[in-house]
């Protein structure tokens, strides 16, 4: 039953008390560049979270093998072998969506997300409890992307779901390609700004605040990495003498 | 900020002053006045409308976020009406009227009170916001209307900067003179110069903004344009005139919160906005320069700020400690 719970705990705190777009601030490059439209988001949700998962699995199963001297370039080795296949898989079922994620679906390689729940999580824990925590946070990634692309493309393009059509083409649905909701001869027209880089730090902030309203409301203290998944722990001076560094303080103090 | 302490301690000396935020933003209304009348000369009644509903919709954002965000009420400070009567002379007079509200809001909300309300803004609201709008509704952004033409049915002009100085007159149809009166395409303040300079004049007279600002932004253009321009006073005087760079020297540049402390700092910031402004008004593809310039110098100024912190009276100097450190 305690094992129950703590993996249910795992997968849970991806969603928002550990949501790694908006409360650890991790994987934030991918996240301002290709939220512009929402299946555009979910894209790149759903494949970083494939590799995250399946990175995990396997970081996890490796970890008492793999010397901790070469764990990086190791966890490296095991992402981009992951990223390479499911970069081979969209090009070859969704190449509309490959186009328009570009270079950014490649560079899950370095998302520091995947990184990150690596080092953190898989490294040191079991291969279940990795591939549920590879679950929620992946799917509190895919949230927090497809939440700024509703938001971006709603204001910016004036439309939901467009080229909705390349992702629905694979489970055989075809017709719907997403609706518009600001025409071209509307009385106002989508605010452009939403869909460049300014519009996406603007959403981004904005949502960040959100995400840490609602943890507060539920009483939650503030999300921070902690020392387990510094990467300088061991080296660290002040672990060995009980202090917080720096970064830890700032995150205490609010 | 006194964060609700009953005793505040500070260091000496303590000045009492009359001034006050609201007295300087009502000098601040009564100094864009010239060109708010001018404008309405220029471009019609709407022009009022647009005013009005800029105003309003700053005020208005002001009130409900400072409500929403449960601090204390800033709205009787003048500020807001400000920022919005600032955004209506950045605003060409055929702007949509949810545009013009939609720019307010952004201005207050967005760039003033999500950092805190009055003093902390990172950026010129109005300026931001004018950013914001511009790269959202390009179309709407660029409509810019003949002077005098509504009388007669309003017809469509380019501004000045558009088109080559040596074209001004030929394809416009506007002299100098023209443009020092403010009978030219544009945004609904920045076309008339008499206007601006006489509230300029007012601000400067009323010691609410130091020349430094202005005259290093406006000098630095006017230098670099001389030099472009190979020594011909005419195209310096277009490019001071042209454009938003009276309106953003005197009123956009000199916001407290977004400029530096000291006279030195003025100094550097007025020369940067001049320098930025110039080199995008003679490379750039497009027209939009003072705009950008002010705000790219905003972001920087908080470097300005502490590389031109003074030396307390009787420290040693800065030069002797490095020698010192080098022996």
Request: net charge positive; hydrophobic share 50%.
């Amino acid at each position: 039953m305690a094992e129950k719970k703590s993996l249910r705990k795992e997968f849970t705190k991806g969603l928002i008390r550990e949501n790694p777009v908006m409360r650890l601030v991790l994987g934030t490059c991918p996240t301002l560049a290709v939220t512009t439209s929402i299946v555009n988001a979910l894209g790149m949700g759903i494949s970083a979270m494939i590799v995250l998962i399946c990175s995990n699995i396997v970081i996890s199963a490796l970890r008492k093998i793999i010397p901790s001297k070469v764990r990086i370039p190791a966890y490296i080795v095991i992402i981009a072998s992951f990223v390479t296949i499911v970069q081979m898989i969209v090009k070859a079922f969704v190449p509309a969506l490959d186009q328009s994620l570009g270079v950014f679906l490649p560079l899950i390689v370095v998302n520091c997300i995947i990184l990150g729940r690596a080092e953190a999580f898989a490294g040191k824990n079991g291969v279940i409890a990795s591939a549920v925590d590879g679950l929620g946070m992946g799917i509190g990634f895919t949230i927090a992307l497809c939440c700024m692309g509703a938001v971006r493309e709603i204001i910016g393009a004036g439309t939901i779901l467009s080229g909705a059509e390349s992702l629905l083409s694979i489970a055989g649905i075809t017709g719907f390609d997403g609706i518009t909701l600001i025409g071209e001869n509307s009385a106002i027209s989508p605010m452009t700004i939403f869909i460049l880089a300014p519009g996406g730090f603007f959403t981004f902030g904005i949502l960040m605040a959100c995400a840490n309203r609602i943890a507060e409301s539920k009483g939650k203290p503030k999300a921070e990495l902690g020392c387990a998944a510094c990467p300088m722990a061991k080296n660290c001076a002040l672990l060995a003498k009980g202090e917080a560094c720096e970064e830890k303080k700032e995150g205490t103090e609010v | 900020m006194v964060n609700g302490k009953k005793l505040v301690v500070s260091a000496s000396p303590h000045l009492r002053s009359a001034q006050t935020t609201t007295k300087i933003m009502l000098d601040v209304v009564i100094a864009l006045i010239p060109a708010l009348i001018a404008a309405i000369f220029i471009f019609g009644p709407r022009v009022l409308c647009v005013a009005a509903v800029s105003i309003g919709s700053a005020v208005l954002a002001e009130y409900i976020s400072r409500k929403v965000m449960k601090r204390h009420q800033t709205i009787g400070d003048m500020s807001a009406v400000v920022t919005g009567l600032i955004l209506a002379l950045n605003l060409p007079s055929t702007i949509p009227y949810w545009i013009a509200a939609l720019g307010s809001v952004v201005a207050i909300v967005v760039v003033k009170q999500f950092f805190g309300g009055i003093g902390q803004n990172f950026a010129n609201p109005a300026i931001t916001a004018r950013i914001v709008l511009l790269l959202s509704f390009g179309a709407q952004m660029g409509n810019w209307v003949a002077p005098l033409s509504w009388k007669t049915g309003i017809t469509t002009t380019a501004t000045p900067l558009a088109v080559e100085y040596s074209k001004l007159e030929s394809e416009l149809g506007v002299s100098l003179v023209d443009m020092f009166l403010g009978l030219r395409g544009g945004c609904l303040g920045e076309t008339c110069a008499l206007a601006l300079i006489l509230g300029g004049i007012y601000l400067l007279a009323k010691k609410v903004i130091s020349p430094a600002i202005p005259a290093a932004f406006i000098g630095t253009v006017a230098l670099i344009m001389l030099i472009a321009g190979k020594g011909d006073l005419g195209f310096v005087a277009y490019h001071v005139m042209g454009g938003g760079l009276l309106l953003g020297a005197f009123f956009m540049a000199t916001d407290y919160s977004t400029c530096p402390i000291n006279v030195k700092g003025k100094i550097i910031f007025g020369i940067g906005c001049g320098v930025i402004t110039s080199l995008i008004r003679l490379f750039a593809s497009m027209t939009e320069a003072v705009s950008f310039a002010i705000l790219i110098m905003n972001l920087v100024v908080p470097f300005i700020d502490r590389a031109t912190t003074p030396k307390p009276f009787g420290t040693p100097k800065k030069e002797k400690k490095s020698k010192e450190a080098a022996n």
